[in-house]
């Protein structure tokens, strides 16, 4: 199983572009790296998922180098309403499922 | 569009009741995870089935059991209640494309909070 380490927590203030880098040194030939956000009292939330090199959605970019040994998650110009907290994962596809692990996430404050 | 339904959404039990959480995932939705969280810790995974088999066994206590119903709705029975019970409990839905990959996308409900005093 892939251990991911990430920031305990990050601040960041209105407007600017948040990086969170997650490390998953022992991740899969298999294995896909996702993100999830999650609010308080709220559900994990899907953000992005990639497998190499970078991903890009609606709301944020999925970076992932060469060896896939780490990966950023980048999220453009931060509202106070992307204080949440953010999940990096490591899915692993087992016998027609996905697997997910939750590890210590990072909870991001943004600021006025 | 149609989400994971979860229910109850509140529940205040006693020490050693028992208490059932439902689960129904979105439509076509074939695989469906259990999720705990204690106050202020990341979500545990407990247990998942797909097709109505369990597929996976996380952290589930013994006194805890599941089920994927042929409906594909499925249930949580939690017996012997204790104080660190207490939490919320998500649910998610995801589905596999056959022959195809799969995403990493679970689609989580709102949770149930169970609160054992």
């Known amino acids: 199983l892939a251990k991911t380490t990430q920031p305990i927590s990050m601040d960041s203030y209105e407007g600017q572009e948040v990086n969170i880098t997650c490390s998953h040194n022992?991740?899969?030939?298999?294995?896909?790296i996702t993100w999830y956000q999650q609010f308080p009292s709220q559900g994990p939330r899907f953000i992005i998922q990639g497998y190499k090199t970078k991903v890009t959605n609606e709301v944020a970019s999925l970076f992932i180098p060469a060896d896939r040994k780490s990966s950023t998650l980048s999220l453009p110009r931060v509202s106070l309403s992307d204080t949440a907290v953010y999940y990096c994962l490591v899915v692993i596809f087992s016998g027609g499922y996905n697997k997910l692990i939750f590890g210590a996430g990072t909870r991001l404050a943004v600021h006025p | 569009a149609a989400g994971v339904i979860q229910s109850p959404r509140h529940l205040i039990k006693e020490k050693r009741e028992t208490a059932t959480l439902k689960c129904y995932p979105i439509?076509?939705?074939?695989?469906v995870y259990w999720y705990q969280q204690g106050p202020g810790q990341d979500p545990q995974f407990l247990i998942s089935?797909?097709?109505?088999?369990?597929?996976d066994k996380g952290s589930i206590p013994d006194r805890f059991s599941a089920q994927q119903f042929s409906d594909y709705h499925s249930e949580l029975n939690m017996s012997s209640l204790e104080l660190g019970d207490s939490a919320l409990y998500f649910c998610?839905?995801?589905?596999?494309?056959?022959?195809?990959?799969?995403?990493?996308?679970?689609?989580f409900g709102e949770g149930s909070r169970l609160t054992v005093l």
């Open positions: 998610a839905s995801s589905f596999w494309l056959a022959g195809g990959k799969n995403t990493g996308e679970l689609f």
């Open positions: 089935f797909y097709e109505k088999m369990q597929s």
């Open positions: 022992n991740i899969a030939t298999n294995d896909y």
């Open positions: 439509p076509r939705h074939d695989t």
